[in-house]
């Protein structure tokens, strides 16, 4: 994948500016055709960086920049609901440097982009399982989902240390200690009893999930939630990911016919 920017060099334009291409694309997609949830699996950062030479992180942090700019394109495409994947309960398993310096990555992001995402009317939230993760973290967490809460522009949520099984196993153990206690008839556990019990309790299921760097699986990403989730996979890395890349995206998924396991008529 090329790439011309430096070692941890930020792009400064703001996407729109560099990338017209988006908001032409976007405004080709008639609203009741944008998907208003969208997912991603935003993976090939550490493949960015290696392949130049330089250490994982590096594409990380490049990664972020990334994220930001998805973040501010994304209301102007239509897109209502992100989810971004930033950090499964299977990532442990990297070395203790990568894994502190995307917790640091994740800490540095909310407190230097809360005004912004404040100011940009962005809601933000965070699903996976938060017992683990350091308690600093949890504290700037809690703080800015409380912050952005009666933002409606565009419902951010991040995923770490989320893991699509944990959840669902999670769910399932609040639904049996809730039927245990007589809070709800064993007889009412049913579908709706389930989500509600999920991390993304009260977000619409995605629309469309889609995964950058050419890998074709969806790792433990949101397992319920994307039954019947359109699937994209680019092989971008994404580092290389763009407002304009999304935007075609957006714009390919205008012309799927989604059926829901019915009949087209
Ligand atoms: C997968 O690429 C990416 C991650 C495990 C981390 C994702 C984190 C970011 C995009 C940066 C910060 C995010 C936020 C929300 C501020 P990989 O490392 O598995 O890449 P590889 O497959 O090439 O090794």
Redesign the pocket.
């Known amino acids: 994948m090329a790439g011309n920017e430096t070692a941890g060099g930020a792009a400064a334009l703001p996407a729109t500016a560099r990338e017209p291409g988006a908001s032409r694309a976007a405004a080709a997609t008639p609203p009741a055709r944008v998907p208003a949830h969208v997912a991603v ?10 392949g130049r030479g330089w250490p ?1 992180l590096v ?3 490049r ?2 920049e ?3 700019e998805v973040v501010t394109a994304a209301p102007d495409l239509g897109i209502r609901w992100l989810t ?5 309960t299977e ?1 442990w398993k ?1 070395s203790v440097e ?1 894994v502190i310096g ?1 917790m640091r ?2 800490s ?3 407190e230097r ?1 809360a005004d912004r995402l404040s100011e940009e009317g962005v809601r933000m939230r965070f699903i996976g399982d938060r017992g683990p993760l350091e308690s600093r973290l949890r504290r700037l967490m809690d703080g800015i989902e409380a912050r952005t809460a009666g933002n409606t522009r565009l419902n951010l949520t ?1 995923a ?1 240390n989320y893991g699509g099984r944990d959840e669902i196993l999670r769910a399932a153990q609040a639904l049996v200690a809730a039927a245990a206690s007589g809070e709800i008839a064993p007889g009412a556990a049913d579908e709706a009893a389930f989500a509600a019990r999920l991390d993304t309790a009260g977000l619409p299921d995605p629309d469309l999930v889609i995964r950058t ?1 050419g ?1 074709t699986r969806i790792s433990n990403f949101l397992l319920w939630q994307s039954a019947y989730a359109e699937y994209e996979f680019t092989p971008t ?3 290389d990911f763009t407002p304009a890349e999304l935007a075609a995206i957006v714009a390919r998924y205008g012309q799927r016919e989604r059926r829901f396991g019915a009949v087209a008529v």
Do not use: C, Q
């Open positions: 699996i935003m993976d090939g950062n550490g493949r960015w960086a290696t994982r594409g990380h942090r990664g972020a990334r994220v930001k971004l994947y930033a950090f499964s990532n990297r990568e995307l990555l994740f540095r992001y909310i982009e991040v770490i760097s890998e890395l994404w580092p």
